[in-house]
Every structure is written in C-alpha cells, then in structure tokens.
C-alpha cells in the first residue's frame, strides 16, 4: 500500500476513481489509455507473461474440455446476432490495422534489411507500436471465435488446427512485443494476414444470417486457397531475406517459421480432407 502513497501519478487516479465527479471522466482516461498509449512494452497484459499464459492455458482447457462439459446438459445458445456484431466488427478493424501497416510498411521500406541494427529503429518501434498493441489485441479477440463455437454447441469445429492457430499467434505476437525483436517479415507477414482475416470474417458475417445466404458462400474453397496461399508467399519472403542475409535468424524467427510451416501443413491437410472427396 505504501507504492500507492508514494507515486503521485496512482494517487491521483485512485482519488478520481474515489470521486464521483471525477470519475466518468477518470474511466474514459483510463480507456483512451489503454488504447491508444505507446508504451506498449510497459502494458501490464505485455509485461504480465503469467496473465497471458494463463489465459491461454485457460482457453484450450475451456475449449477442449470445460466449455463441452458444462454445455452437455444444456441447449446451444443463440448467438447469431452477437456473431454477426462480433464477425463485421473483426472486417472493419482488420481493414483499418491493414491500411496503417501498409503506410507505415511503404514508409520503411528501404530500411527493411537489418532493420533491427538500424539506428532509427527505436523511433520505427515507437512509431509502430500502437499499431503493433491494437493487433494484439485483435489476436486474442480471435480466441472469442472459439468460445462460440463452444457456446453454440458446434464441438466438431474446434479442431487442433482452429486452436492451435489462435493460440500459437497470440503466444508469438506477445513474445515478440515484450522483446522489442520485430523484424520487417512480421509486418509483411501481418499485412497479408489482415487482409485475408478481413476476407475471412467477412465470409463469417454472411454466413451467419442462415442457409439463405449459403447460395452466396461458393467461394468457401477459394477463402482456403487463399489462407494456404498466404503462408506459402510468408515462408517464401523469410527463406529469401534469411538467405540473402536482408533478415537475420534468430530462435524467436526460427519460432515463426516452424509455426508458419506447421500450419501450412495443418491447413493444407484441412482442405483436403474438405474439398477433395
């Protein structure tokens, strides 16, 4: 308790929170905050690993084994308004994240081999780093996608592919936040990630108005095509900048190439398990 007496900046905000008057207002600063603040290595979700652990053991226990038990007994929920919300909000913020990578992306360009040694790469991180914090976010927001599956009863979807994939990428977006160690191939990789999430989620809002929209879902296979394809053209851009010396290999992009590979391989099996009978 004395930490609290001794820091001016914590006493004034408990004392905000303590006033009524203050504390609408002291509410939306500490939302704003959280949002929008730089320091993003200074986070408590970033600099917390046990929160983030925790959270992650707690999602594959929940989705694999609580989540089915509890709802044995009981009816699947109906969620299709609250998806439908869920799935155009995931459309609209993956497609802002991926017109503020793309600007940031051009802008740095020519800085992108070796960009880890580049002098000015403190101020490309800060610079980056709300963006970089507001995709994390986005990447465990992706974990509620599973929890519906669960909600509603749709146990046969929560494959080691679906929560393998949320889990790894939440996992590796933190250990590379909380280490400052971000390469150029995280932001191509990023890039085309949200721009196929953006396709991905929009698929999912139509499909959750029904079986009338099923006559407009045709291009399910395609959607698959395009998600293989874009770990193909991730593993192809890091095997050439690892070999042409532009990016350098180090056991956190060793990481992401075995997990990029891995689930390549998932999502390949997928498809044709899916699409080729």
């Known amino acids: 308790m004395q930490l609290f007496v001794n820091n001016a900046n914590t006493r004034s905000l408990l004392h905000d929170f303590l006033d009524p008057k203050q504390r609408p207002m002291a509410l ?4 704003i905050g959280f949002f929008a603040d730089r320091n993003v290595e200074d986070k408590y979700l970033i600099k917390e690993y046990k929160v983030i652990y925790s959270i992650l053991v707690f999602y594959i226990l929940f ?3 609580i989540g089915p038990a509890l709802m044995k007994n009981y009816k699947s929920m109906d969620l299709r308004y609250t998806i439908r919300v869920y799935n155009f909000g995931q459309v609209i913020f993956n497609a802002i994240i991926l017109i503020q990578l793309v600007t940031f992306g051009a802008r740095i360009w020519p800085h992108r081999c070796q960009i880890l040694y580049n002098p000015n790469y403190p101020v490309f991180f800060r610079d980056a780093s709300r963006i970089i914090w507001h995709i994390f976010l986005i990447k465990l927001s992706d974990l509620l996608d599973t929890v519906f599956f669960v909600l509603r009863k749709k146990n046969r979807q929560i494959t080691i592919l679906h ?13 590379g936040i909380s280490t400052i160690n971000i390469g150029y191939y995280i932001l191509v990789c990023i890039c085309i990630n949200t721009f196929i999430h953006s396709i991905m989620y929009f698929y999912y809002f139509l499909a959750a108005f029904g079986p009338e929209m099923q006559k407009y879902l045709w291009w399910k296979r395609y959607l698959t095509q395009m998600q293989i394809f874009q770990f193909i053209v991730v593993l192809v851009y890091m095997t050439w900048a690892f070999i042409t010396g532009c990016e350098q290999m180090a056991p956190f992009e060793l990481s992401i190439y075995i997990f990029t590979l891995l689930i390549l391989l998932l999502f390949v099996n997928f498809y044709f398990k899916s699409f080729r009978k």
């Open 28 to 31: 939306l600063e500490s939302v």
């Open 63 to 65: 989705v694999k084994w």
């Open 163 to 175: 929560v393998f994939h949320h889990a790894g990428m939440v996992l590796l977006f933190h250990t």
